[in-house]
C-alpha cells in the first residue's frame, strides 16, 4: 500500500482502508468542532510547565525535564558521561531544529568535544522519549546527523541510536561515523530510519550512545549532533487538513 504526501491511502485497497478508519475521521472532526478533546499523553505533564530551550540549555538541566518543539514532546531520562573524560552535563548544549513538520522537528546537541591522546573511548549515553502532541499527525522517519571528525591509527567517532516504540520492543537502529581508517568519503555522516506509516508512531523511546576515540597521534572530534523527526498528516488530519483547504478557498471566492 502506498501513502500520498498528506499521509493519505492511495490505490486498490484505499476505499477499504479508508472505510476501515471512518470512526477516527468522525473522532478527529468532532475534536475540530470543539465536540470532544484530544486523548490524553501518558502521564506528560502540561507543555507549560517543560524547560523552555530557544536560547540552548545545558543538558543538565534537562535531565528529568521535558521540552517541546513545534508538537513535538521531548522528556530526557538519562545524560551518562562515558570513559575519561567523557562530556560532563555542561559540555553538551540543546538547541530547537524546526524545519517543518514534513521535513523534521527535534534539537541539536552542540558542544566541542574531542577524545584526548592516550586514554580510552570516551563520550556520553542519551536517553529520551519523543511524543507528538497533535494527534493528527505520525511519525514516519527520523533523521540522525554528526560532523564528527577521525584521522590518524584506528581514530574514530560514532553515534549509535536505537529506536524503540517503548523499553522492550526496538524498532531498528541507525548510526553515523567518521573512521580514520576509511576515506572520508565512505564516512556516514547522516542516517535514516524510515516507519511504515500503518504502525501510526505517536511515541518513540531513543538511546544514543556517542563515542570518540583519539589513536597514537590521533583525532577524533565533533561539535554537533542533530535529531529530527519526519511526519506526515493521519488519514484524520490529511482529510481535515484538506476540508480546510476547501474552506479557505471558498471564503476567498
Not at 48 to 59: A, L, Q, R
Amino acid at each position: 500500500m502506498t501513502w500520498d504526501r498528506d499521509g493519505l491511502p492511495r490505490g486498490r485497497e484505499a476505499g477499504a482502508r479508508c472505510a476501515a478508519r471512518v470512526g477516527a475521521l468522525l473522532a478527529a472532526a468532532a475534536v475540530s468542532c470543539g465536540l470532544a478533546t484530544p486523548p490524553a499523553f501518558g502521564n506528560s505533564p502540561f507543555p507549560g510547565d517543560c524547560v523552555d530551550i530557544t536560547g540552548g540549555v545545558p543538558i543538565g538541566d534537562l535531565v528529568g525535564q521535558c521540552f517541546v518543539v513545534d508538537d513535538k514532546y521531548f522528556e530526557i531520562k538519562l545524560f551518562q558521561p562515558t570513559g575519561q573524560p567523557g562530556a560532563g552535563t555542561d559540555q553538551v548544549m540543546v538547541f530547537p531544529v524546526n524545519l517543518g513538520r514534513r521535513d523534521g522537528i527535534g534539537f541539536d546537541l552542540v558542544g566541542n568535544w574531542s577524545d584526548p591522546v592516550g586514554g580510552g573511548p570516551s563520550g556520553f549515553i542519551l536517553e529520551y522519549h519523543v511524543t507528538v502532541l497533535d494527534f493528527n499527525w505520525w511519525m514516519i522517519a527520523n533523521v540522525l546527523e554528526f560532523d564528527g571528525f577521525a584521522s590518524g591509527g584506528a581514530s574514530a567517532a560514532n553515534v549509535l541510536e536505537t529506536v524503540s516504540v517503548d523499553e522492550l520492543l526496538t524498532i531498528g537502529q541507525k548510526e553515523v561515523f567518521a573512521l580514520a581508517s576509511l576515506p572520508g568519503s565512505e564516512w556516514v555522516l547522516r542516517d535514516e530510519l524510515q516507519f511504515d506509516p500503518e504502525l501510526q508512531l505517536q511515541t518513540l523511546v531513543i538511546r544514543k550512545e556517542f563515542t570518540l576515540f583519539a589513536d597514537i597521534d590521533g583525532i577524533a572530534q565533533a561539535s554537533l549532533i542533530r535529531q529530527t523527526f519526519i511526519q506526515i498528516p493521519s488519514p484524520a488530519g490529511g482529510l481535515l487538513l484538506a476540508m480546510g483547504g476547501l474552506a479557505a478557498a471558498r471564503r476567498r471566492r
